[in-house]
Protein backbone atom coordinates (compact mmCIF):
# COMPACT_ATOMS: atom_id res chain seq x y z
CA UNK A 1 0.00 0.00 0.00
CA UNK A 2 2.77 2.77 0.63
CA UNK A 3 3.87 3.05 -3.15
CA UNK A 4 -0.06 4.01 -3.96
CA UNK A 5 0.43 6.91 -1.85
CA UNK A 6 -0.10 10.38 -2.81
CA UNK A 7 -1.41 8.81 -6.46
CA UNK A 8 -4.43 10.76 -6.70
CA UNK A 9 -2.51 13.87 -5.35
CA UNK A 10 -0.49 13.49 -8.74
CA UNK A 11 -3.39 12.59 -10.66
CA UNK A 12 -5.49 15.53 -9.59
CA UNK A 13 -2.59 18.42 -10.17
CA UNK A 14 -1.65 17.11 -14.04
CA UNK A 15 -5.15 17.21 -14.34
CA UNK A 16 -5.34 20.82 -13.07
CA UNK A 17 -2.24 22.01 -15.10
CA UNK A 18 -4.21 20.55 -18.42
CA UNK A 19 -7.49 22.15 -17.36
CA UNK A 20 -5.79 25.65 -16.70
CA UNK A 21 -3.86 25.24 -20.20
CA UNK A 22 -7.76 24.72 -21.72
CA UNK A 23 -8.87 27.15 -20.29
CA UNK A 24 -6.02 29.57 -21.12
CA UNK A 25 -6.20 29.17 -24.96
CA UNK A 26 -10.11 29.22 -25.02
CA UNK A 27 -9.88 32.83 -22.97
CA UNK A 28 -7.06 33.94 -25.68
CA UNK A 29 -9.06 32.75 -28.76
CA UNK A 30 -12.17 34.12 -27.31
CA UNK A 31 -10.41 37.64 -27.23
CA UNK A 32 -8.82 37.17 -30.55
CA UNK A 33 -12.95 35.91 -32.02
CA UNK A 34 -14.08 39.45 -30.38
CA UNK A 35 -11.65 41.47 -32.21
CA UNK A 36 -11.98 39.46 -35.55
CA UNK A 37 -15.44 40.81 -35.23
CA UNK A 38 -14.95 44.34 -34.70
CA UNK A 39 -12.36 44.44 -36.94
CA UNK A 40 -14.53 43.21 -39.38
CA UNK A 41 -17.39 45.87 -37.88
CA UNK A 42 -14.98 48.40 -38.74
CA UNK A 43 -13.88 47.09 -41.98
CA UNK A 44 -17.53 46.73 -43.10
CA UNK A 45 -18.81 50.06 -42.09
CA UNK A 46 -15.38 51.42 -43.53
CA UNK A 47 -15.76 50.23 -46.99
CA UNK A 48 -19.57 51.83 -46.95
CA UNK A 49 -18.84 54.47 -46.02
CA UNK A 50 -15.94 55.06 -48.21
CA UNK A 51 -17.29 54.22 -51.14
CA UNK A 52 -20.40 56.71 -50.33
CA UNK A 53 -17.85 59.51 -51.06
CA UNK A 54 -16.42 57.99 -54.44
CA UNK A 55 -17.88 60.59 -57.25
CA UNK A 56 -15.40 60.02 -60.06
CA UNK A 57 -12.84 62.81 -58.62
CA UNK A 58 -9.74 62.83 -56.62
CA UNK A 59 -11.55 64.96 -54.01
CA UNK A 60 -14.61 62.06 -53.80
CA UNK A 61 -11.04 59.64 -53.08
CA UNK A 62 -9.59 62.04 -50.49
CA UNK A 63 -13.27 62.09 -48.99
CA UNK A 64 -13.01 58.54 -48.80
CA UNK A 65 -9.96 58.20 -47.43
CA UNK A 66 -11.45 60.99 -44.46
CA UNK A 67 -14.69 58.88 -44.27
CA UNK A 68 -12.67 55.83 -43.12
CA UNK A 69 -10.41 57.55 -41.16
CA UNK A 70 -13.29 59.13 -38.96
CA UNK A 71 -15.19 55.82 -38.64
CA UNK A 72 -16.74 55.41 -35.27
CA UNK A 73 -15.82 51.97 -34.49
CA UNK A 74 -12.84 50.51 -32.10
CA UNK A 75 -11.62 47.48 -31.13
CA UNK A 76 -10.40 45.97 -27.30
CA UNK A 77 -14.52 46.05 -26.43
CA UNK A 78 -14.72 49.77 -27.86
CA UNK A 79 -11.72 51.31 -26.53
CA UNK A 80 -9.07 51.38 -28.79
CA UNK A 81 -9.01 53.40 -32.60
CA UNK A 82 -7.94 51.52 -35.48
CA UNK A 83 -4.48 52.74 -37.22
CA UNK A 84 -2.65 51.72 -39.62
CA UNK A 85 -5.62 50.61 -41.82
CA UNK A 86 -5.44 49.95 -45.50
CA UNK A 87 -7.70 52.10 -48.25
CA UNK A 88 -7.00 50.89 -51.34
CA UNK A 89 -9.67 51.26 -54.55
CA UNK A 90 -9.56 50.00 -57.72
CA UNK A 91 -12.04 49.95 -60.79
CA UNK A 92 -13.89 47.10 -61.23
CA UNK A 93 -14.16 44.23 -58.04
CA UNK A 94 -11.72 42.31 -59.42
CA UNK A 95 -9.10 44.38 -59.07
CA UNK A 96 -6.04 45.78 -59.27
CA UNK A 97 -6.33 47.14 -56.00
CA UNK A 98 -3.92 50.51 -55.02
CA UNK A 99 -4.05 52.24 -52.78
CA UNK A 100 -3.34 55.65 -55.12
CA UNK A 101 -6.80 56.27 -56.96
CA UNK A 102 -5.12 56.15 -60.49
CA UNK A 103 -6.79 59.56 -61.52
CA UNK A 104 -10.13 58.51 -59.68
CA UNK A 105 -11.39 57.95 -63.28
CA UNK A 106 -14.20 55.05 -63.06
CA UNK A 107 -12.61 54.68 -59.54
CA UNK A 108 -16.08 52.78 -58.35
CA UNK A 109 -14.62 49.77 -55.76
CA UNK A 110 -13.04 50.83 -52.13
CA UNK A 111 -11.58 47.76 -50.13
CA UNK A 112 -10.67 48.48 -46.40
CA UNK A 113 -8.06 46.42 -44.33
CA UNK A 114 -8.05 46.36 -40.79
CA UNK A 115 -5.48 44.88 -38.27
CA UNK A 116 -5.70 44.72 -34.56
CA UNK A 117 -3.01 43.63 -32.53
CA UNK A 118 -4.30 41.30 -29.65
CA UNK A 119 -2.47 40.31 -26.39
CA UNK A 120 -2.16 37.07 -25.54
CA UNK A 121 -1.56 35.63 -22.00
CA UNK A 122 -2.06 31.78 -21.91
CA UNK A 123 -0.68 30.88 -25.03
CA UNK A 124 2.40 33.07 -25.10
CA UNK A 125 3.78 30.57 -22.80
CA UNK A 126 3.83 27.83 -25.72
CA UNK A 127 4.61 30.46 -29.09
CA UNK A 128 6.57 32.98 -27.35
CA UNK A 129 4.74 35.81 -28.98
CA UNK A 130 2.95 38.67 -26.24
CA UNK A 131 0.39 39.39 -28.90
CA UNK A 132 -0.92 38.35 -32.64
CA UNK A 133 -2.37 40.29 -35.16
CA UNK A 134 -6.66 40.09 -36.44
CA UNK A 135 -6.70 41.02 -40.03
CA UNK A 136 -10.63 41.70 -41.26
CA UNK A 137 -10.82 42.85 -45.23
CA UNK A 138 -14.01 44.37 -46.95
CA UNK A 139 -14.78 46.00 -50.10
CA UNK A 140 -17.50 47.80 -51.49
CA UNK A 141 -18.86 49.20 -55.08
CA UNK A 142 -20.61 51.46 -57.11
CA UNK A 143 -22.08 50.12 -59.84
CA UNK A 144 -24.59 51.49 -61.85
CA UNK A 145 -28.06 50.74 -62.83
CA UNK A 146 -28.79 51.37 -66.28
CA UNK A 147 -32.46 49.70 -66.44
CA UNK A 148 -35.45 48.94 -64.85
CA UNK A 149 -35.06 44.95 -64.38
CA UNK A 150 -31.38 45.63 -62.49
CA UNK A 151 -33.40 47.55 -59.51
CA UNK A 152 -33.20 50.99 -61.17
CA UNK A 153 -36.99 51.90 -60.48
CA UNK A 154 -37.21 50.40 -56.94
CA UNK A 155 -37.47 52.64 -53.87
CA UNK A 156 -36.84 56.21 -55.50
CA UNK A 157 -38.77 59.43 -54.00
CA UNK A 158 -42.05 60.78 -55.60
CA UNK A 159 -41.00 64.17 -57.54
CA UNK A 160 -42.94 66.72 -55.93
CA UNK A 161 -41.79 69.09 -58.43
CA UNK A 162 -41.10 68.76 -61.86
CA UNK A 163 -38.25 71.25 -61.95
CA UNK A 164 -34.73 70.05 -62.35
CA UNK A 165 -32.61 69.88 -60.79
CA UNK A 166 -33.53 69.05 -57.19
CA UNK A 167 -37.42 68.05 -58.56
CA UNK A 168 -38.41 70.07 -55.16
CA UNK A 169 -36.59 67.04 -53.03
CA UNK A 170 -34.05 69.33 -50.04
CA UNK A 171 -31.86 67.27 -48.20
CA UNK A 172 -33.27 66.21 -44.62
CA UNK A 173 -36.78 66.43 -45.40
CA UNK A 174 -38.89 63.04 -45.53
CA UNK A 175 -40.12 61.81 -48.36
CA UNK A 176 -42.50 58.92 -49.43
CA UNK A 177 -40.66 56.02 -51.29
CA UNK A 178 -42.13 53.51 -53.74
CA UNK A 179 -41.72 50.42 -53.34
CA UNK A 180 -39.81 47.74 -55.70
CA UNK A 181 -41.73 46.57 -58.58
CA UNK A 182 -41.27 43.47 -60.81
CA UNK A 183 -40.88 44.55 -64.66
CA UNK A 184 -41.25 41.52 -65.68
CA UNK A 185 -44.61 40.56 -64.39
Known amino acids: MAPERGYVLLSVGFAAIGLLAAVGVAVD ?19 LAAVLELDGTSQGVDRAK ?25 TSAN ?21 APVPIYFMALAVNKTSTNVVARAAAGQISKTGFSQGLFPFSPYAHNSTPPDFGLKKGDMYTLRWPSNPKL
Open 29 to 47: LGRMYIAKGEAQTFADSAA
Open 66 to 90: AAVTANANRYGFGITSFTGTTVEFA
Open 95 to 115: GPWSTSSGGAGGTGFVRVTAT
